[in-house]
């Protein structure tokens, strides 16, 4: 049964950085997994992912702060996030790619 779980979210000053984690049970390929973010009040969005050759592909709003990186080993993608901002406030969640399948969402708060 496939099973996605985030962890690593936190209270952080903005201009710092923060860790995720998405263990993905059950995921044959960690290219098909993508990062998403929910602001209050704003759609779910994607931000980051890897294309079919297992490079990264990044929303504007966070390309050059943001790298999104797997370990196959440990079947687990990680979300490397620097520079933090304010607007970067939101429930962040882990989603294989073409199927319904969806963490629960770690919450990254970015305040002073």
């Known amino acids: 049964e496939v099973q996605l779980a985030e962890s690593g979210g936190d209270l952080v000053q903005p201009g710092g950085s923060l860790r995720l984690s998405c263990a993905a049970r059950?995921?044959?390929?960690?290219?098909?997994m993508g990062w998403y973010r929910q602001a209050p009040g704003n759609e779910r969005e994607l931000i980051a992912r890897?294309?079919?050759?297992?490079?990264?592909i990044y929303a504007d709003s966070v390309k050059g702060r943001f790298t999104i990186s797997r370990d196959n080993a440990k079947k687990t993608v990680y979300l490397q996030m620097n520079n933090l901002k304010p607007e970067d406030t939101a429930v962040y969640y882990c989603?294989?790619?073409?199927?319904?399948?969806w963490g629960q969402g770690t919450q990254v708060t970015v305040s002073s």
């Open positions: 989603h294989a790619l073409f199927t319904d399948y």
């Open positions: 059950d995921i044959f390929n960690l290219n098909d």
């Open positions: 890897f294309n079919n050759r297992g490079g990264p």
